[in-house]
């Protein structure tokens, strides 16, 4: 079983939309969660980090992590064509130990 | 700008040689990764490294070498014996640090380097 699992997609929205991103992990040591975004042939960016549960909010978009299903997700309002790209979620148990990445989602937001 | 410098962006190489793919950071982070991107699979570990002058294998290392003699740098050698190197290669670092402090555990990427053999 991986560590982590996460939906390839392909993810395709209309403009406006609400997006729901997913990852699921099976290890209970993890308490450091991110979400990053890729566009193509570009390095990923942060988008969000969470520490241990709860939700975080910056601007259109808002992380969940709910360690008691051992599941994240990440929600887009107000989808943008800027949004089209490939999100990758990650997660490690401590500082400066090694991560682990859901293969990403490839999200398309059609204008 | 604080931030992950890689070089060079696009590197062609041919079979037999070995190259050297370039990471600077000056978020003074002590961790320093590099991680392999194929397409349609996940981000595979390389090689990283917590502190000066030492680094551990990742899930990958055949075929690689590194070293970490300076915080802020931590170059990465594709040798010859790497059997499929063509691929995108993207350095990363985080802060150590106690857990839930501020601005600790992220991880952050540089641009990447795409490595093409011919």
């Known amino acids: 079983q991986k560590e982590v699992e996460q939906d390839p997609g392909p993810l395709s929205v209309p403009e406006g939309a609400i997006v729901s991103l997913n990852c699921t992990y099976s290890?209970?040591?993890?308490?450091?969660f991110m979400w990053y975004r890729q566009y193509s042939r570009k390095g990923p960016e942060l988008l969000m980090y969470t520490y241990s549960s709860g939700n975080k909010e910056d601007g259109r978009f808002t992380a969940q992590v709910d360690k008691s299903s051992k599941y994240i997700s990440l929600f887009i309002r107000d989808s943008q064509p800027s949004d089209s790209a490939t999100y990758l979620c990650a997660m490690s148990a401590n500082t400066g130990n090694q991560f682990y990445f859901g293969t990403g989602t490839s999200l398309t937001v059609i204008p | 700008d604080g931030g992950i410098t890689q070089s060079p962006k696009y590197l062609f190489r041919k079979e037999g040689q070995n190259v050297t793919l370039s990471c600077e950071q000056n978020l003074n982070h002590d961790a320093m990764y590099w991680y392999r991107q194929d397409p349609g699979q996940g981000l595979r570990l390389i090689y990283y490294s917590q502190i000066v002058n030492d680094f551990q294998k990742g899930d990958i290392a055949e075929g690689y070498s590194v070293s970490r003699e300076k915080k802020e740098s931590f170059p990465l050698t594709v040798t010859s014996a790497q059997k499929n190197p063509t691929a995108f290669y993207l350095c990363a670092s985080s802060a150590l640090g106690l857990a839930g402090g501020a601005n600790t555990g992220e991880l952050f990427f540089g641009e990447g380097s795409r490595l093409t053999v011919l």
């Open positions: 290890n209970s040591a993890f308490q450091y």
